[in-house]
């Protein structure tokens, strides 16, 4: 039986992907800082799907917990076949009046963890020769952000490094793609600040629809999922648009959120 590995598991899209990879047979090792989630988790995973749930709390902004994180992926007496690197948060407002702190603590999980964790996976994956790598990105990798620049900007950085490596592993049997989801009902957006978008329903997708797209996409070996067809238009429009209108409609939109 093969093991998923998924970062930021206790909630929306990572709790989502522990699902459908368990529903699949995957056992899962589950990482997030909330141990007791984890473990509800884990324990409802293994009832209802017949797999092996191992919680691992671990807090990947600390240097401790990444490296148990790392150590666990370059574990060659247990493999990981799939890493889901989905761990990740934003902030909200304009840069100079946010706490620079924050700020880069944003992208240490957002961007270095994300690293750290790729490359571990895959020099493990890439030994064995068989393996895969989700990195979930979002919408907002395809243009800046006003107002949540620093999240933007990241998730930019996410898109390029997942695009490049993905490039680099063909021929060693490891697949790595990049997941962007557009707006998703979660706990994100309480947890960055954000008021109601103004955004219609429609434009909204559920953590299981991301997930549901993303693991179709990955048996098709694709590169990128862009989850919904609104998404995928908008990531189209934002990749052959001037960067001035791209830029003024999203920070429209999120300044509408605050």
């Not at 206790?10 to 522990?18: V, Y």
């Not at 994180?69 to 370059?74: F, G, M, S």
């Not at 270095?112 to 979930?136: C, D, W, Y």
């Not at 490049?164 to 998703?184: F, I, K, N």
Request: overall charge negative; charged content about 20%.
């Amino acid at each position: 039986m093969s093991t998923a590995l998924v970062t930021g598991a206790s909630a929306g899209i990572g709790r989502a992907f522990a699902e459908g990879l368990a529903q699949r047979g995957h056992d899962v090792v589950l990482v997030a800082r909330d141990g007791a989630r984890l473990r509800e988790l884990g324990d409802d995973l293994a009832r209802r799907h017949d797999v092996e749930a191992t919680s691992c709390p671990a807090d990947l902004l600390t240097g401790a917990g990444l490296a148990a994180v790392e150590a666990r992926l370059a574990d060659a007496a247990h493999p990981v076949d799939v890493l889901v690197n989905n761990a990740g948060f934003g902030t909200f407002g304009r840069f100079a009046e946010l706490d620079v702190d924050r700020e880069v603590e944003e992208v240490e999980l957002n961007v270095v963890a994300l690293l750290r964790l790729t490359r571990a996976a895959l020099g493990a994956m890439e030994t064995r020769r068989s393996g895969a790598i989700l990195n979930v990105a979002s919408l907002a990798a395809y243009q800046p952000a006003p107002n949540s620049a620093t999240y933007a900007a990241t998730k930019a950085f996410v898109h390029s490094f997942t695009h490049a490596v993905h490039d680099e592993a063909r021929g060693t049997g490891v697949h790595v793609m990049l997941v962007c989801p557009g707006y998703t009902h979660t706990e994100f957006h309480d947890r960055a600040g954000l008021g109601p978008t103004g955004l219609p329903e429609m434009a909204w997708l559920s953590p299981d629809h991301v997930v549901t797209a993303a693991l179709r996409d990955l048996d098709r070996k694709r590169s990128v999922s862009i989850p919904g067809a609104l998404n995928q238009a908008a990531a189209a429009f934002s990749s052959v648009a001037p960067a001035a209108v791209t830029r003024r409609l999203a920070g429209l939109v999120v300044k509408r959120s605050g």
